[in-house]
């Protein structure tokens, strides 16, 4: 199944929620100000957010403007331009190899199970994969990565429970950097962005990376969960703050009516969406595609 069916299925609630609104005010008739008004609460119940929805609808004020319209009914498409047009600011990830991925998050987002899919990804497009198990906190994140290794029949690097997670890095790195492998992903444990001891074991993994892989392309990639919606976004500049983030994983898409929630990302905090789960199987995750997005939101 291609990305274009499955987003449409993931974006399926969201879609539901915005396009019964959207059709009764582009039905309208006359294109005035209680039109855009009423546009800029329907974004922001998609959990597009006020900043965002206030941007969108003063854009598609001037599209109209510029395009000579006068009834509701011809700004539908000027509205998916204005979406793809903020989606397009955002200069999206292209994954080279060999490369590290550090993949980090708040409690509960889902990293474990998304790097489980992300391995699926990589291999499929015939690529080594490498895991590194450097959530310690945990014997059973340590146990659920090995599942999800041997899943995908890939090596997993590990230490015991209460290790230094900058240990098992390093030696994650010089297995990888032994056997040329293509992609080594780095589990690290759930943290509240508050904790700023976790935090800064986040900085910590990060400079051993920089430090003993230079040649690799590194990618910090912070898992969110679409259900969150809004709430999701005090995350991004506290994270921020300890690694640079370059891209985002959007994880619980197919379970919520925030979808606009990639909208508000890419326009608050110019950073790409780079993947977005579809689903629960090991398959569902894929590359974004914002065009794709826009096509299938309403």
């Known amino acids: ?176 950097k032994a056997k040329n492998t293509d992609v080594l992903i780095v589990d690290t444990a759930g943290r509240l962005h508050t904790k700023t001891n976790l935090m800064q074991e986040l900085e910590k993994i990060n400079k051993i990376v920089l430090r003993e892989y230079p040649q690799a392309n590194h990618y910090n990639f912070l898992v969110v969960d679409a259900t969150t919606g809004q709430n999701a976004l005090v995350q991004f500049d506290a994270f921020n703050n300890y690694i640079k983030l370059d891209g985002i994983i959007l994880t619980k898409l197919d379970g919520t009516a925030k979808g606009g929630i990639v909208i508000s990302i890419s326009d608050q905090y110019d950073l790409p969406v780079v993947f977005v789960g579809t689903g629960e199987t090991l398959e569902d995750i894929e590359l974004f595609n914002s065009q794709e997005f826009i096509d299938n939101l309403f």
Request: overall charge positive; some cysteine; aromatic content about 8%.
């Open 1 to 176: 199944m291609g990305f274009f069916k499955k987003i449409s299925q993931a974006l399926k609630k969201t879609r539901e929620a915005l396009s019964r609104k959207l059709d009764y005010i582009f039905s309208r008739g006359e294109l005035n100000d209680e039109f855009f008004e009423e546009l800029t609460e329907i974004l922001i119940s998609a959990d597009i957010g006020y900043v965002t929805s206030e941007k969108i609808t003063n854009s598609l004020r001037e599209y109209a403007r510029e395009h000579k319209l006068r009834k509701s009914s011809d700004v539908k498409n000027g509205l998916k331009v204005v979406l793809k047009d903020i989606l397009n600011q955002t200069q999206n990830v292209e994954i080279k190899y060999p490369c590290v991925i550090t993949v980090v998050g708040v409690n509960g987002v889902g990293k474990t199970t998304t790097i489980g899919k992300l391995t699926n990804y990589f291999k499929q497009n015939k690529k080594e994969v490498v895991l590194v198990a450097a959530d310690t906190y945990r014997a059973a994140a340590i146990e659920q990565l090995g599942l999800w290794a041997e899943k995908n029949k890939v090596r997993v690097i590990k230490h015991e429970e209460g290790a230094d997670a900058g240990a098992v890095v390093f030696d994650g790195i010089q297995s990888a």
